[in-house]
């Protein structure tokens, strides 16, 4: 199994909700990521979690709150977003040692109004 | 057919030819590249990769070759077929964690 799960695949939501995006892997995968992507721009990187910790941060603002409750799921908690934050988010997962390749989810497509 | 640069240019290709697609990174520490296909509405899809020890890996129709000496990374693909039009990324990783970046991107299109 290489598959990498995320839910919802769409997401409307208002300035003021509080919503969560899912991703899981069953693969035994121990670094997990979340990407956010706008049109025509390649996947940013946002978070990396390591053995259940955050080990990267890229200055991501605090309305975006990452959760890695088990090996196997990972969370991506949003608060008062902004229309700009509208974007596909893509979550991915890898082995963290050996250097290979990360298996990406179909990304949840999040609308802000 | 071949592209050059970061800024998303789009490489236009007749099926059944070859097609190259080049990435300039710019990290010195990184030591591991994957290229990507990403297709409409899907996430990236992992095509090859290849190790900082190596200049030159093959995969099914696919080649990927480094040059550490000027940063340059750069995917050939044989024999285009039109199931090949997307989005084409590199990604480096740095030498220590797991930090995956991802360059500008090249559009593939192939006309049948």
Known sequence: DTEVTQTPKHLVMGMTNKKSLKCEQHMGHRAMYWYKQKAKKPPELMFVYSYEKLSINESVPSRFSPECPNSSLLNLHLHALQPEDSALYLCASSQVEGRTEAFFGQGTRLTVV | ?112
């Open chain 2, 1 to 112: 057919g071949e592209s050059v640069g970061l800024h998303l240019p789009t490489l236009s290709v007749q099926e059944g030819d070859n097609s190259i697609i080049n990435c300039a990174y710019s990290n010195s520490a990184s030591d591991y590249f994957i290229w990507y296909k990403q297709e409409s509405g899907k996430g990236p899809q992992f095509i090859i990769d290849i190790r900082s020890n190596m200049d030159k890996r093959q995969g099914q129709r696919v080649t990927v070759l480094l040059n550490k000496t000027v940063k340059h990374l750069s995917l050939q693909i044989a024999a285009t077929q039109p199931g090949d039009s997307a989005v084409y990324f590199c990604a480096e990783n740095e030498e220590y964690g797991n930090k995956l970046v991802f360059g500008a991107g090249t559009i593939l299109r192939v006309k049948s």
